[in-house]
């Protein structure tokens, strides 16, 4: 595999397959997008096969002479064979993602890794990370995801699980976490919490647009746009938690850049960045000695995770599995 | 560098400095101990000095040929380039010590790290991790250190501080640290808290030969191994939160062992350790579909440090600096 080969790059979420052929300078082609046939209530074998086809028939559009790497980012536990173990947002389990895809496609090249891992790796090669060989990423959306590179490797851990950095606690005993557990950075940081922190600042009477109304967090976010003070107080508070999460893991991991993207990002990111990193350097261990990591958007947006499922392919690529 | 050359280990702790020659297969030689002088008020030059000298007659005695690789666990933070940036123990800045012990014995293979991160090395190579490829190490003392492995890499971090697991934060405005953050791993887990757990517990006026006096980390272990339930129950205690700590970060680092070390471990293991593994399950994302890592007691106990350092020495022996 030389460094002229592109690469098919496939971001796999709980809606959406997104699909393009990566050039090893990061650059993309058109993107093939299609729905993800994982609807709630589907037979787990059937939706298996519905989704497995699905990703097959996109790497064939894209490869037909089966010549190219493939990198598949996937919303699941990744294991090192490329079987997906679950994922929040498909019915099934154990699904042999690199073997069905491969098998179907005649492409022996595959490699499979979790989605948010990709999104880090491709900011990582091509995005806020390209200058730095210890980077943190964190993406807020309806969920906190995100992933570790360090020295320059990607962070997977021993059964997959390794770059989870949502599910860090940041307040035993606090606010519920989807996952079951409570106090969650995703708890108190992703898209839904802008609406917990508004509803505590509303307490005390504060006036504001977003008093005495069922809330989403797009109200906060649209209010804060018009200039209410109360939810850009909502959102700076959801980034001062975001804050103390990073300084907590870039006091293990000593990252020199943290990316933050997502779709959060996009919306509130003007007041929530900001806000995070005010509070990073006076939590660190060893401050003022140390140096300071950059807290920086993401640049790729919604390619992130197609670029980096490639450049792993590519890196990969003819490697034993 | 062949796979039967031996390394010299050293390990500089804040008052001594102990040497070894160590075998590759972790099997060590006469330990040589000698006092660092670091004492408090010693101007930072006259400090440097000595200390760097004190290093280079340990390296000249073990190795007189300047033959071996070279490894040496500092308690520091330490550049890539071998220099020693700050130490909590050490009254100096900016020390380099590779240049320094390299001029003065002659030796170029010297490869200078952590102390946490040596002995993170040492139990990954030679102890309790070394059937896994991701490790977490957590060392209880004064103070609480540590080390991560991920995909079998050492996680030095991108100025090294990479691993300072004592400073993940449990509780937000909780007690204050030694670091000057409040609510740290350290100050919930490490010998000191033995004390502040047993006076919470003391508050309800519960019998205990710990009441009405001023205790030490000392005196917790005593009464505990005496059979006192308020000096046991303090122990738990500090075993919850550090079990608290492993689940949070075995959530972003996915590890399959978790090896617990360090003096207070030593002292009251037998309490501590299964508290720790009691409350991890039930905090991992994912579980219980997750594998749960194995918490377990470190094995090479003091001599870790120095195998680590003498491993990574021979592991980096010749490669650029």
Avoid: K
Wanted: overall charge negative; charged content about 15%.
């Amino acid at each position: 595999m030389t460094d002229t080969t592109p690469a098919v790059g496939i971001d796999i979420g709980g809606t959406r397959l997104r699909a393009t052929v990566v050039q090893p300078d990061g650059t993309i082609g058109d993107v093939l997008e299609v729905d993800t046939p994982v609807g709630l209530g589907t037979d787990p074998h059937t939706a298996s096969t519905a989704l497995l086809d699905t990703i097959a028939r996109a790497v064939t559009r894209l490869d037909p002479d089966a010549a190219l790497p493939v990198g598949i980012g996937f919303a699941g536990v990744i294991t090192a064979a490329g079987v997906a173990v679950y994922g929040p947002n498909v019915s099934t389990r154990n699904m042999p993602v690199r073997a069905a895809v491969g098998d179907t496609t005649g492409n022996d090249d595959i490699t499979v890794v979790n989605d948010g891992n990709a999104a880090t790796w491709g900011e990582f090669v091509h995005g806020a990370g390209r200058a730095v060989d210890d980077m943190l990423m964190i993406t807020l959306g309806t969920g906190v995801g995100g992933g570790i590179v360090a020295a320059s490797t990607l962070l997977e851990g021993a059964h997959g699980f390794g770059g989870e950095v949502g599910h860090l606690t940041l307040q035993p005993d606090g606010w519920q976490c989807p996952c079951g557990n409570r106090g969650c950075l995703e708890a108190y940081s992703a898209g839904r919490s802008l609406v917990r922190h508004a509803a505590d600042l509303l307490v005390g009477g504060r006036p504001s647009t977003l008093a005495g109304r069922e809330l989403t967090p797009a109200d906060v976010s649209a209010a804060a746009a018009e200039g209410d003070e109360v939810a850009i107080e909502a959102i700076r508070t959801a980034g001062r938690w975001l804050g103390a999460g990073i300084a907590s893991l870039v006091n293990v991991l000593d990252s020199a850049v943290v990316v933050v993207g997502g779709g959060v990002m996009a919306h509130v990111g003007q007041w929530l960045l900001p806000a995070a990193a005010d509070v990073v350097p006076g939590l660190l261990l060893g401050h003022p000695d140390r140096p300071t990591p950059s807290v920086v958007a993401a640049e790729l947006g919604d390619r992130a995770g197609m670029v980096g499922a490639a450049s792993l392919a590519r890196t990969r690529a003819g490697q034993p599995s």
